[in-house]
């Protein structure tokens, strides 16, 4: 069974026994103050799950089966529609919150576990094949965490989001990159990971 626990970083430390993850609410520090993990893992939910199997064998307790059939199949039709009017109306019947006059490339793909946690901002874009992933599946757990995509924001072709990132206002993501921390407003990142250029 799938155990949420508040917003926290995991830390290094060994496991209780009891299967949930400890923290203080921000990031896993080592001696000197410095951050030991990225800083987007402090803006993600932490969900244990017990046994031997990895997490995602345990995705049907997270999410109904047909919930996450209905996702895929709008966000399948919302990847191929060319209509960027369509697109967006279709992704919000299933909980993304899209601004006005947001434009999605062909293949972009939100999130198809919790599209809720998605917000993109009047007039940004979202390039072709890009990918906006709001959970992360690990070996004892899994992740969940709000992306957000400023207003004006654009993500390039075939970059990766990754859950608990925020794109500021009018910042650019170029192609190809993998983000995994928060963009600041009006900067320019590319890279994997993607860092300020």
């Known amino acids: 069974m799938s155990v949420a626990v508040e917003r926290v970083a995991v830390t290094d430390d060994p496991d209780d026994g009891t299967g949930a993850a400890t923290g203080s609410g921000g990031d896993a520090g ?10 987007r893992h402090g803006a993600t939910t932490v969900h244990a799950t017990r046994g031997p199997k990895n997490s995602l064998q345990h995705w049907l307790e997270a999410r109904s089966f047909f ?3 209905l996702n895929y199949a709008v966000i399948v039709l919302a990847r191929i529609a060319p209509s960027l009017r369509l697109k967006s109306w279709l992704l919000r019947r299933i909980g993304v919150t899209v601004g006005e006059g ?36 690990l070996q004892e757990e899994y992740r969940t965490g709000e992306v957000v995509v400023g207003e004006r ?45």
């Open 30 to 39: 080592d001696a000197d103050g410095e951050s030991a993990r990225p800083e």
């Open 67 to 69: 919930r996450v059939c």
């Open 102 to 137: 947001v434009s999605w490339g062909l293949e972009a793909t939100p999130d198809v576990f919790w599209p809720e946690l998605i917000t993109v901002e009047d007039h940004a874009i979202v390039g072709y094949d890009a990918t906006l992933l709001c959970h992360e599946f």
């Open 153 to 197: 924001a654009m993500i390039g072709a075939g970059a990766i989001v990754l859950p608990g990132v925020e794109i500021g206002a009018g910042a650019q993501v170029a192609a190809n990159s993998l983000v995994t921390e928060d963009v600041p407003p009006d900067t320019t990142v590319a890279g994997v990971p993607a860092e300020e250029v």
